[in-house]
T-cell receptor, first 109, second 115 residues
Framework: DAKTTQPPSMDCAEGRAANLPCNHS???????VYWYRQIHSQGPQYIIH???NNETNEMASLIITEDRKSSTLILPHATLRDTAVYYC??????????FGTGTRLTIIP | DSGVTQTPKHLITATGQRVTLRCSPR?????VYWYQQSLDQGLQFLIQ???????AKGNILERFSAQQFPDLHSELNLSSLELGDSALYFC??????????????FGPGTRLTVL
């Protein structure tokens, strides 16, 4: 799996958009970019994934650069419940997930 | 609620003992994964089963073993427990199909404390 690099921590004001960056410069052509989050000690929660195109679902948007070397997860209107550790993972699919250290996002009231 | 259930939620035991953690995957999911999360190691993949067969192995100790039963539930057996085995143990499930990539859905975890 390609290595991903994320900032260790970020803050975001409640109600604002949270933009979480991820670098994956060695990602291969058939590796997807997956995002998970872990709220406190709960089980990781799937957020979104994409291959080349930008993706949006009810939780978030995923913007992948044209060269696929980086991506940004966007939480459009952050709430206090979005405080969590966010993991960006390069993933072929149908196999183990390799979690890094992620970004600890704190939503500030 | 992910649809994946794990029991028990908490387990406290002594060094040298053996415990069994249980996981029921989401309805229809054939693949089960086990992960360990300790304070110093982060989330680490242990082992994957698909439809009863071992499919992939990660950093799983020889003292640990797992199996997946015909009804697709899985058990993780930890024996000769050491203090360092204290961790959160997560089970995840996914469905393997024609899609190239599928998400994994995680259970709430079992917190194991070895005293």
């Amino acid at each position: 799996d390609a290595k991903t690099t994320q900032p260790p921590s970020m803050d975001c004001a409640e109600g604002r958009a949270a933009n979480l960056p991820c670098n994956h410069s060695t990602i291969s052509g058939n590796e997807y970019v997956y995002w998970y989050r872990q709220i406190h000690s709960q089980g990781p929660q799937y957020i979104i994934h994409g291959l080349k195109n930008n993706e949006t679902n009810e939780m978030a948007s995923l913007i992948i650069t044209e060269d696929r070397k980086s991506s940004t997860l966007i939480l459009p209107h952050a709430t206090l419940r979005d405080t969590a550790v966010y993991y960006c993972i390069a993933y072929f699919g149908n196999e183990k997930l390799t979690f890094g250290t992620g970004t600890r996002l704190t939503i500030i009231p | 609620d992910s649809g994946v259930t794990q029991t028990p939620k908490h387990l406290i035991t002594a060094t040298g003992q053996r415990v069994t953690l249980r996981c029921s995957p989401r309805s229809g999911d054939l693949s089960v994964y086990w992960y360990q999360q300790s304070l110093d190691q982060g989330l680490q993949f242990l082992i994957q089963y698909y439809n009863g067969e071992e499919r992939a192995k990660g950093n799983i100790l020889e003292r640990f073993s797992a199996q997946q039963f015909p009804d697709l539930h899985s058990e993780l057996n930890l024996s000769s427990l050491e203090l360092g085995d204290s961790a959160l143990y997560f089970c995840a499930s996914s469905t393997l199909g024609r899609r190239a990539a599928v998400e994994q859905f995680f259970g709430p975890g079992t917190r194991l404390t070895v005293l």
